[in-house]
């Protein structure tokens, strides 16, 4: 690995680009840049000579492009894939040119890949991440227990599917003079001078092996079969998402590689190669951590499962059965909507996020074989003495014929049919819609209890643990108030 990329820094490269033919040979050149932003992810700008008027206003969509770049002095060959871009003809009197302004889903580096196809995919994520895997903060300790983990079997999922946590050395090729004073520093400017003076002539050679091998990372390592690139950025995606509902916060990828099969030694032995790679999808990194992490006590991580090991083995059985949900279609209305609680945790309910939160509970119920899909099943199930009482404290005063699910229920009906439910119990409900602290509270309670039955679907947490997270998951929606000006 030559190239460190990380989602959260922005990137601009010059360099020439082109459409491979079918035979694999170059299609057109064009002249230009591709560009990286957090939040914007993959921009393309190309230009070309000899325009024809038939080129302008004209769509391409390309599986793949190939290009050569410069990035730190170094020229890298780059691949793009699912490259979109608009074509304009700009006509002068001595001049034809032929522009392509565009997006890519990925920038691939150290090769030009021929297609689609990977047999993985290295990530680092986040410090939301590895604060569900690594109780200690730092020090020796902490060290010990990213080593004991790395040194652990990889799992398997999806039946051909092989992931671990690993240690990773990355290695950095020093490519000229200026290299150095990336790894050296001195408050004495006389001091790097001469360190360059005094190598100069091993640059000069052009036979040189110099490497920079500073950084180890922990990554999770997925390893597929031959597989769509597609397919295996959908399985992190599952993985990703599962550890980003327990921590009951985003986790990103910072760094991303993509495997693939370079050939074999004599002997027969396969060699695997990692390309630094940066999706638009993950773009939106820095962004979020501009906003903050919530700092709370975790209530669940690789200790809260039933198994204890240091291994995220720990995890497996839950795993698979949250793959196995994912892998149902039926489920993705209630996936979708408990990962927005997730990602959406900042923001208040609104009538529209409380209707569908609803209806996502009847879908989970009906899924689940519920004679009954309500939220008065919701609660019969999985409601904790604690949760009714956080509960009747939001809907106080308490009527003697109304339950705790019906008092949720109702206020879904004034929100789909204001003009005939409205005036129901007094206006009770109308008055929750009307007041957003009121159905702010009313939605964490609802939706805590949601991610607390899909957990318990999914299996293999202690049920103390799990509790422990659902109130805390609830306590930290619940809390706002309208702030009254003086």
Known sequence: MNIQLDHSESYQWIGSFWFPRSDGTRGKEFAGEVTYQPGKGVRLRWSSEGAFFHDGDREEARKVAHGIVRHHNTVFRVTLYNVWGIFGAHMGQ???VKTMNGQADMIVFDDHLPDDQTFGLQVQYDEAFEAMLITRKN?????NERLRLSKADPIKLLGDCSLAYR?????SNVHSLDDLAGIFWSNKDLDLSL??????????????????????????NLETPNTKIVDALATEKTFRQFWSLLGDQPVFVKKLWLRTRLGRTATGQVLWGHHPALLTQFGNLALTNGLGRRMRDMKLHLYTFNSKEHSIANAQDSLEAWFEMNGDARFGPVIDGIMRLVTESDKLADRTRYATLCSEVETFLDLINMKNANIDTLIELYASDAWRASFDTV?????????????AHEIRNVIAHPKSAAKKAGGRYAAVVADRAKLQDVYAHVGGLLVKAVLTKVGGIEPVSLEQFTMQFIESRASYEMIDYK
Do not use: C, H, W
């Open 94 to 96: 001595s001049t034809r």
């Open 139 to 143: 020090g020796p300790a902490a060290e």
């Open 167 to 171: 240690l990773t050395t990355t290695v």
């Open 195 to 220: 360190l360059k003076a005094a190598v100069a002539p091993l640059f000069e050679t052009g036979e040189y092996g110099l490497r920079n091998s500073a950084l180890t990372m922990p990554t999770i």
């Open 395 to 407: 809907r106080q005063p308490i009527l003697r014929d109304e339950t705790s699910g019906k008092f």
